[in-house]
């Protein structure tokens, strides 16, 4: 083990449950809305760069850091590009919104105002995500 | 949708490589958390050396 994997725990990655709104069909017609993402690295941001395909079209890095970041979507255990091009632009959208949050912000909650008494509070984006009250 | 710029992202790494002489390979697998918190602590240890008679830094 490295010095850098006692200080992390690099063999057990920090995982964010979530709920897609609308939920992955794989080739077979199933729906997969609950997932896991795990927090990105250096190494996750700076490899994709160097991919041809995100030369040629920038928007392709989203795609290449979901796909390495997303660890589970319902029974699909291997997430690849493929996956994350199948995606519904809603939900593309939501773990978008979700990645920056955990890497940026640390938490999932975001501040919302109540449109009638103006009170604030917190809402989890990650959705009823399994294990969460 | 990135969150850091790579020139960021490369001189932080090799920041925290160089002052614990960790390999480059083992800091590009920090999660971003544990890197920016690693960063802070060698700026506190910096911090310390260079100005040793202010004691402690409790913050």
């Given at each position: 083990m490295s010095r850098s994997e006692q200080v992390t725990g690099a063999t057990m990655p920090t995982e964010y449950p979530f709920v897609l709104p609308r939920g992955y069909v794989d080739p077979q017609g199933r729906v997969h809305r609950e997932g896991l993402m795990r927090l990105a690295t250096a190494r996750d941001e700076i490899a994709?760069?160097?991919?041809p395909k995100v030369r040629e079209n920038a928007a392709y890095l989203t795609v290449l850091l979901l796909s390495r970041t997303v660890t589970r979507l319902g029974d699909v255990t291997d997430v690849t590009t493929h996956t994350v091009e199948n995606l519904f632009a809603s939900d593309l959208a939501f773990l978008q919104d979700l990645y920056r949050r955990i890497n940026q912000?640390?938490?999932t909650e975001a501040e919302v105002t109540c449109p009638s008494c103006e009170h604030l509070f917190l809402v989890d984006v990650a959705g009823e995500a399994p294990g969460e009250s | 949708m990135l969150t850091y710029t790579a020139d960021r992202l490369w001189e932080e790494v090799v920041y925290v490589a160089y002052y614990l002489h960790w390999s480059a390979d083992s800091v590009l697998d920090l999660e971003h958390p544990a890197r920016q918190r690693v960063i802070e602590e060698i700026g506190r240890i910096n911090k310390r050396i260079s100005a040793p008679d202010d004691g402690p830094d409790d913050d």
């Open positions: 994709p760069q160097a991919d912000e640390g938490r | -």
